[in-house]
């Protein structure tokens, strides 16, 4: 029998365990407030988006990250909901826009308030003076190194990010 090695010293923060954690705890919070007015992260960030322009299921699965499926059970809870429908666009007549009803828009309001609140509270947890560096740094890492993910030899599974 042999011994056991011990293990590799760490050198550096586990930063791909800070990130995720919380990056999940954050998705929780979000997931439980918007659940208090019925909506889902990505049906508020569907709303949302197809408010800024005309766009389609497709254009709206991009900004949001979701998949085909995903987006289709997405809009058919926001169409049931009355919160959004499937028309043609006015520039495409082979294409679909989502677009937004009147009851969808002060929901939009609503969900935009929640969303906002739920991120005041996380950086509240950070000093003033350090709020400002944190976003920049994070934003930085975000469209720069952490941008694009590298190619792999397959997909990947990953929780869907949500803008918003």
């Known amino acids: 029998m042999t011994a056991m090695s011990p293990p590799p010293t760490r050198t550096q923060p586990d930063l791909s365990y ?3 954690h919380t990056g999940h705890v954050l998705r929780t919070q979000m997931a439980a407030a918007l659940a208090e007015i019925g909506l889902t992260a990505r049906m508020h960030c ?3 988006h197809a408010l800024e322009e005309e766009r389609t299921q497709i254009q709206l699965a991009e900004i949001g990250d979701m998949d085909k499926t995903t987006m289709v059970v997405t809009v ?3 169409e049931k909901a009355g919160l959004a429908e499937r028309r043609p666009s006015s520039t495409d007549r082979r294409a679909r826009i989502i677009a937004v009803t ?3 828009a002060r929901t939009a309001e609503r969900s935009q308030r929640i969303v906002d609140e739920v991120h005041e509270r996380a950086l509240a947890a950070l000093p003033d003076a350090d709020r400002e560096t944190f976003l920049r740094l994070l934003t930085h890492l975000a469209t720069g ?3 694009t993910p590298a190619p792999g030899p397959g ?3 990953r929780r869907v990010r949500q803008r918003s």
């Open 18 to 20: 800070l990130l995720d």
């Open 46 to 48: 569907v709303l949302v």
């Open 76 to 78: 058919d809870a926001l």
């Open 155 to 157: 997909p990947t599974a």
């Open 102 to 104: 009147e009851e969808g």
């Open 145 to 147: 190194p952490l941008g």
